[in-house]
């Protein structure tokens, strides 16, 4: 971490973003906080501009209204500081595993030293060692998505932008690398923007989350999960907090144009 | 597969993995197709149904092919053709692959040759060999000329395929990694390229053979091309079959190389089917 607060100053600030494909309203008026070492959970039906919002903010299209600035700097275009888990691995099929892992560090020209070290690092806590000789297509889709998250890591970024990243996965899978995700980043903790449709996902990994409505995306609302850090997911699945919000959010994401009656204990800004 | 038969019979796995080869069809339909073909041919001229003076067959054309070798004649000839052959393929390999690397990458540079090159793609080769010669004379230039046109076109097309079937995802991954356009090209765009270049240049060396000999028969007459000439119009048709022999034991070897290379550089595409 650069910056020497505790975690609770924006690092990453979306302000008015609107954008068309056209004359497609893909998404409007959007803004969001996102503090240092938060997890910022987005749900939203399919459709409704979320892979479209985390490319803007990835700098890799533009908006026509409003601004995304990352630590007080407008993003125009990607920055090294900024990592990307793709929802299709992203992996290239030609490197091989540790290749594609340090393909970052190449990019931005580390040294042979650092990168070696760097890689096998993130691919042992990735849980990845002993494969760095395979390439993509002879591994698991768990396994390509574990390479994808060492990819992003070993970039050490402030932000990971994480564009439904375990959503082609089975639902085994996909726990372990729930669990997997918050033990990484409860090592080393960085600011996360976690796209999902699972209500489920959305709940245990975010600290906070944002509901958007379909098209055109708008914020429709967000909340603190309140789960605190360390959390168990096993004892957060039991809890009634869990169970109360899930159902708030079910019901959310059923009836788009109302809103559900409120949890009273629950604070929904 | 059945893991206990061998030991029951006593057969080895090797003696067992050879003698389940042999009954695979492809292998012994074209055994028995070549014996059969061969064979015959051989007998009817063994039996005196050839005449040898319109027509050979298999041991009189083998007969003529030491011969030549012996003579020194067909390696001199094999020599002179290669040299417009390699010259041919050492200039349209580079040419090719920068031109379909421009075409593929860069809008303005494909509008600009898109026309010619495409004419040229549809156009039978054979019919420029005419105004080549005008143009570059009938020697080596002018023979080279005609290799580089027959064997140029699929390195074009298929390298400037290759680089438009870029994953659009992949080409996501190095922006959003800040890759420069170096990087990008060394990471992306050749990688992707390569099947695609190595079945292009398995194109190109058949044709550049093509090339060759419609260069050494339409132009000065020289090479492979000439002796094969000479001496069908000596009557000679063991001796003039003979050089078409070495073409396509060349044409052969040179598809086996490329397909060498081929799954040298898709190594990773081994286990994909999985
Ligand atoms: N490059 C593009 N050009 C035109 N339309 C696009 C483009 N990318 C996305 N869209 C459209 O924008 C809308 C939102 O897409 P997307 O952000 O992928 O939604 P989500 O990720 O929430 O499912 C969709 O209707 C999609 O068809
Ligand atoms: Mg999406």
Redesign the pocket.
Known sequence: MSSSDNGTNPTLRLQGVG?W??S?H??DDIDIDVKTQEILTIL????????????IVNGL?LCERGEISFKGEVVDGPRPEMAMVFQNFGLFPWKRLDQNIGYALRIQGREKGEIDRLVSHYTELVGLGGFEANYPSQLSGGMQQRAGLARALAAQPDVLLM??PFGALDALTRETLQEELLRINEAEPKAMIF?T?SIDEALLLGDRVLV?TP?P?RIRFQFETGFGRGRDLEEIRGSQRFQALRHYLWEAMRNPDEEPEPIPELVLE | MATDAPAATGISTDERAFWERIKEPAVYVRLISLFVVIGGWELMGQTGNIDPVTFSYPSAICVAFWDLIASGQMVSAAYESSQILVAGLLIAIPLGIVLGILMGRFQIFEYAVDTYVFALYATPVVALAFPIAMVLGVDFVGKTTIVVFFAIMPIIVNVYHGVRNVDLSLLEVTRSFCSTEGQRWRDLIFPSVVPYLVAGLGLACGRALVGMVVAEFLMSISGLGALSQDYIADLELDKGLAPVVLLMVVGIALTKVVNICETKFSSWRVRQES
């Open positions: 954008k494909f056209g497609l893909v998404l939203g039906p399919s459709g409704c501009g979320k892979t479209t919002l985390l490319r299209i564009d439904e796209i449709h958007m098209r995306g």
